[in-house]
C-alpha cells in the first residue's frame, strides 16, 4: 500500500509563510497527480493546489499569486509553499495523490492524514 505523509504545519502570524511537504511511499510504480487540500471548521473539504507528473498546475482563486505547488518525482513528494498567509488559512491541509501501484494496475487515490495550519497573531 501507499502512504502519505505531511509535514511543515504549525501556527505562523499573519503575512507570514510556512513551506509543508508530503512524501509518498509504499509499493509505487507511478504518481499522476498530487494536490493539496484543506477543510476548515465547519467548511467542506477544497481543493488548494494540484500538480500534475509534467508540472503543470492549478490553483483555488483564493491562493492565487500567494501559494506555489512544486514536486520532486525522484523523491515522490510534494510541497506547498506558502506566503503572505491570511488567517482565512487557517485549516487543515490534506495531501492527495493519484498512484500507480504497478504497470498494469489501475490508478488510487490516497490521502495524508492532515496537518494543521493555524494563521493568528
Known amino acids: 500500500q501507499v502512504q502519505l505523509v505531511e509535514s511543515g504545519g504549525g501556527l505562523v502570524q499573519p503575512g507570514g509563510s510556512l513551506r509543508l511537504s508530503c512524501a509518498a511511499s509504499?509499493?509505487?510504480?507511478?504518481?499522476?497527480?498530487m494536490g493539496w487540500y484543506r477543510q476548515a471548521p465547519g467548511k467542506q473539504r477544497e481543493l488548494v493546489a494540484g500538480?500534475?507528473?509534467?508540472?503543470?498546475?492549478n490553483y483555488a482563486d483564493s491562493v492565487k499569486g500567494r501559494f506555489s505547488i512544486s514536486r520532486d518525482n525522484a523523491k515522490n513528494t510534494v510541497y506547498l509553499q506558502m506566503n503572505s498567509l491570511k488567517p482565512e488559512d487557517t485549516a487543515v491541509y490534506y495531501c492527495?495523490?493519484?498512484?500507480?501501484?504497478?504497470?498494469?494496475?489501475?490508478?488510487?487515490?490516497?490521502w495524508g492524514q492532515g496537518t494543521q495550519v493555524t494563521v493568528s497573531s
Open positions: 500538480i500534475t507528473s509534467g508540472g503543470i498546475t
Open positions: 509504499g509499493t509505487i510504480f507511478r504518481i499522476n497527480t
Open positions: 492527495n495523490a493519484d498512484v500507480k501501484l504497478s504497470s498494469w494496475a489501475r490508478e488510487r487515490n490516497y
